[in-house]
């Protein structure tokens, strides 16, 4: 019987298992699709569906950098433990290879693009699901270029816990760049500069602080130039540049990356599992309910 594009879908969608998987099993099985799930679940590779409603907030960032491109990229999976798996570790890589190498504009078009052992993403994620027995999702990556008079500047906090890649333009500073992506993992900057807060976000501030002050009882006269101090310091908080440097508390990242003949133009900073709504469930309970169920 000839195995169609509809009857792999099928399959695939009833177990989750990679579609070149669902199509050597249908044609094993001579396109009989209970007997093809058979196939699978002997296999070990039916798995995967049955873990897609899962909470994958764990995970880790990796960063890889060849030559003047660089990519930063975070793959969930459901436990700590997994994350650091061998075969885990290695899907990340893998992926990040990928990824720099195809440069796609989105997730879903990475998640649709082909690796070069002829297999899709998404079906080498669902293939490593089955092996690893936890949900694992690409979650987001950034690709990045620079000349050769510029540096990148890497770094992966606790494993890759915390992911950072800093971009430094006119210098070629590694270190500099590596030390300002430390910086932002311990102080997380939303912004790198003033310049990029918006107005009606500093005039929401702005109004915050002015209500703050009145309500503390201190005089109209002076409440605007309290403001801008205050102002000041909300800078300083969000902003990288303002901030005072992690490795020499003396000094502005400004003036260090002043130091260096460079400018900071991209800083992005990944935390694994950042927003995404994490299980609360006691794990002792659930083994517990497990357990009494058996």
Same mark, same amino acid.
């Given at each position: 019987m000839a195995v169609t594009a509809q009857m792999v879908k099928e399959l695939r969608e009833k177990t989750g298992a990679g579609m070149m998987d669902c199509k050597k099993a249908l044609v094993q099985t001579d396109g009989n699709l209970e007997a093809a799930i058979d196939f699978l679940r002997e296999k070990g590779l039916s798995s995967a569906a049955k873990k897609a409603d899962r909470i994958a907030a764990e995970g880790t960032t990796y960063i890889l950098v060849e030559g003047n491109e660089a990519v930063i990229l975070e793959v969930n999976a459901e436990t700590d433990f997994v994350a650091k798996n061998e075969n885990f570790q290695a899907l990340v890589k893998e992926l990040a290879e990928h990824l720099l190498a195809t440069k796609p504009a989105s997730v879903d078009e990475a998640i649709a693009s082909t690796m070069s052992n002829g297999s899709t993403v998404a079906d080498y994620i669902s293939n490593a699901i089955a092996k690893i027995g936890e949900k694992i999702t690409l979650r987001r990556f950034e690709v990045r270029t620079k000349t =050769?008079?510029?540096?990148? &500047?890497? $770094? %992966?906090?606790? @494993? @890759?816990? /915390?992911?950072?890649?800093?971009? %430094?333009?006119?210098? #070629? =500073?590694?270190?500099?760049?590596? =030390?300002?992506?430390?910086?932002?993992?311990?102080?997380?900057?939303?912004?790198?500069?003033? =310049?990029?807060?918006?107005?009606? +976000?500093? !005039?929401? !501030?702005?109004?915050? %602080?002015?209500?703050?002050? %009145?309500?503390?009882?201190?005089? +109209?006269?002076?409440?605007?130039?309290?403001? !801008? &101090?205050?102002?000041?310091?909300?800078?300083?908080? /969000?902003?990288?540049?303002?901030?005072?440097?992690?490795?020499?508390?003396?000094?502005?990242?400004?003036?260090?990356?002043?130091?260096?003949? &460079?400018?900071? #133009?991209?800083?992005?900073? $990944?935390?694994? &599992? +950042?927003? /995404?709504?994490?299980?609360?469930?006691?794990?002792?309970? +659930?083994?517990?309910?497990?357990?009494k169920g058996n």
């Open positions: =050769d008079a510029d540096a990148f &500047g890497p $770094y %992966l906090h606790m @494993g @890759g816990r /915390i992911g950072v890649l800093v971009v %430094l333009e006119g210098s #070629t =500073d590694e270190q500099a760049a590596k =030390d300002v992506a430390m910086h932002a993992a311990a102080l997380n900057p939303q912004y790198i500069s003033r =310049d990029e807060v918006s107005e009606d +976000e500093v !005039e929401r !501030e702005r109004k915050v %602080l002015t209500e703050q002050a %009145l309500n503390e009882g201190k005089p +109209e006269n002076i409440v605007a130039k309290m403001v !801008e &101090g205050r102002l000041g310091k909300y800078f300083e908080d /969000i902003c990288l540049l303002d901030q005072s440097f992690v490795k020499n508390s003396d000094q502005k990242v400004r003036d260090f990356v002043n130091s260096t003949g &460079g400018k900071v #133009t991209d800083v992005i900073r $990944y935390a694994v &599992g +950042e927003g /995404i709504e994490k299980r609360q469930d006691n794990f002792a309970d +659930e083994v517990m309910s497990q357990v």
